[in-house]
T-cell receptor, first 112, second 111 residues
């Protein structure tokens, strides 16, 4: 089954404790992206990747890192999480940036 | 930056009625997409319309695009309770790899 898998689905952590949210897709898509969703703000793009070893900033990249060492994986790294990074995070993939995007089920992160 | 802005923010209708949602954007685009999100879950792609298209249909969905007004509308005909969800438009904004979402329209269809 074609899918985008995020882990974990739920995470509660403390300020400053590094964490990684994994994202994996099995559709051989070149394009992958991370978003955060906050009430009243819709989805905002954090980082995206057009292909392996190619990443670029979205609209809200501060406090986040990504890597794209393999085509299928695109982890989101929070080196020092802060409470303002409490949000619902989505990973998505697609054949290209302007094609249909397939979304993961989301990761609800709480930073206390 | 919010490229797409949906209107209305919330819409409540009865089953069987039509639902119309609008999206406005600021810069030129290559295409515009509509997505649906059931409460707190991942977004699901509904339809993509290219900048050289004016109208597109998919089942009970009809999307129009007016590039001169930088706006799009999504019409859901004969709505069902199962259509209750949030609907988002997304544009590329001619910005490389960016895909920019609006804040969404929350649709409630009452049985």
């Amino acid at each position: 089954e074609a899918q985008v898998t995020q882990n974990p689905r739920y995470l509660i952590t403390v300020t400053g404790k590094k964490l990684t949210v994994t994202c994996s897709q099995n559709m051989n898509h070149e394009y992958m992206s991370w978003y955060r969703q906050d009430p009243g703000l819709g989805l905002r793009q954090i980082y995206y990747s057009m292909n392996v070893e190619v990443t670029d900033k979205g609209d809200v990249p501060e406090g986040y890192k990504v890597s794209r060492k393999e085509k299928r994986n695109f982890p989101l790294i929070l080196e020092s999480p802060s409470p303002n990074q409490t949000s619902l995070y989505f990973c998505a993939s697609g054949e290209g940036a302007w094609t249909e995007a397939f979304f993961g089920q989301g990761t609800r992160l709480t930073v206390v | 930056s919010q490229q797409g802005e949906e209107d209305p923010q919330a819409l409540s209708i009865q089953e069987g009625e039509n639902a119309t949602m609008n999206c406005s954007y600021k810069t030129s685009i290559n295409n515009l997409q509509w997505y649906r999100q059931n409460s707190g879950r991942g977004l699901v792609h509904l339809i993509l319309i290219r900048s050289n298209e004016r109208e597109k249909h998919s089942g009970r969905l009809r999307v129009t695009l007016d590039t001169s007004k930088k706006s799009s509308s999504l019409l859901i005909t004969a709505s069902r309770a199962a259509d209750t969800a949030s609907y988002f438009c997304a544009t590329d904004g001619n910005q490389g790899g960016k895909l920019i979402f609006g804040q969404g329209t929350e649709l409630s269809v009452k049985p």
